[in-house]
Each structure stands twice: as structure tokens, then as C-alpha cells.
């Protein structure tokens, strides 16, 4: 008998902490280290990465400059200054050999606002897990939200024709 399983989509991208730092997002646990760089000068802003004796399990998300995991080691500290125009990330991830190199104007980034680098897309940062990654369920909210309605109702009216009935059924016998 074979048995299929699913893994998260390895989708990434990347928007603003209300610090300013950029957050590096992805649909799985798939980051294991990264090096942000400025992408005009080549200087290295920051870096860490899980070491190689960790679980093989990564995370979705890391900020520019904050340890994402207690087993992440930063490898180099924050120095955001000058701030970039635009950033290069160095991301390695797992179930991968070759790092994967991605980049986004610092102007572009927005707290609200996910920047998904394969499709050049934004997306509202409310609805990257559950849109872009594929975690809100197959049926809207508001369609489950209206069929509960429906159905709740129907349960009232049904235990009010029932309730009437023996109420008229009681006052109908001798």
C-alpha cells in the first residue's frame, strides 16, 4: 500500500518587521541560514544559520538580525548601517545542497506586504500562509459561516414545530 504525504510549498518572500528589518517568510520550515547582504556594495549586513549537528528542520520565517530558533547561531552581528537600497539574501534551506539567492529593494518592502520572489507578486501579509501557501480551507469562511447560520436555524425552527406540536397535542386531549 503507498502512502502519499505533502509537504508545505517552499514559496518564499519577504516584508518589514515595525522595526524596518526585513522578514524572510516561506510556506514550510524550510530556512536553515541566512546571509543578508547589501546588493550594490556586497557588504554583509547580517547572518545565522542552524549548525550542522541541529535537527533537520528548518523555520518559516526569519528577521534581519533576531536568532528565528534557539538552535540558530549568528555567524555575523547586525550592522544595518548604511541601510541597503537593495537587499541580497543568501538562504539555505533544507532538503537542499546550493543555497538559493534572492533579492528586493528595500523601498519596495512594506509591513503589510509580502513580496513573493518568484512571481515579483505582493500579497497582504495576513494572507501569505493562508492564500499563497495554501493553509485557508477549500470552503470561504463566509460560505462556512452561512451554512452554520442556515443550519443552526433550521435547528431552531425544527425544535419550535416540535414544541408546538405537543404543546397542541396536550391541549387537544381530554
Known amino acids: 500500500m503507498l502512502l502519499a504525504s505533502c509537504s508545505p510549498d517552499d514559496v518564499s518572500g519577504v516584508k518589514l518587521s515595525e522595526n524596518g528589518a526585513p522578514v524572510l517568510e516561506n ?3 524550510y530556512f536553515r541560514g541566512v546571509e543578508a547582504y547589501d546588493a550594490e ?6 547572518s545565522a544559520s ?6 533537520d528542520y ?20 547586525l550592522n ?10 543568501v538562504v539555505s534551506r533544507r532538503n537542499f545542497n546550493d543555497p538559493e539567492t534572492l533579492a528586493a529593494t528595500h523601498a519596495g518592502l512594506s509591513t503589510d506586504q509580502v513580496f513573493i520572489f518568484e512571481s515579483g507578486k505582493r500579497v497582504p501579509a495576513d494572507e501569505f500562509l493562508g492564500q499563497t501557501c495554501g493553509y485557508d480551507p477549500p470552503i470561504p469562511p463566509a460560505v462556512t459561516g452561512a451554512v452554520a447560520g442556515v443550519l443552526a436555524g433550521a435547528v431552531i ?3 419550535g414545530v416540535v414544541g408546538a406540536r405537543r404543546a397542541r397535542r396536550r391541549h387537544l386531549r381530554p
Open 27 to 29: 510556506c514550510g520550515a
Open 41 to 46: 556594495t556586497g557588504r554583509l549586513i547580517w
Open 50 to 55: 542552524k549548525p550542522q549537528s541541529s535537527s
Open 58 to 77: 528548518g523555520v518559516g520565517q526569519v528577521e534581519v538580525g533576531v536568532l528565528p530558533d534557539a538552535d540558530w547561531v549568528e555567524t555575523s552581528p
Open 80 to 89: 544595518l548601517e548604511p541601510l541597503p537600497a537593495v537587499w541580497r539574501f
Open 157 to 159: 425552527l425544527a425544535a
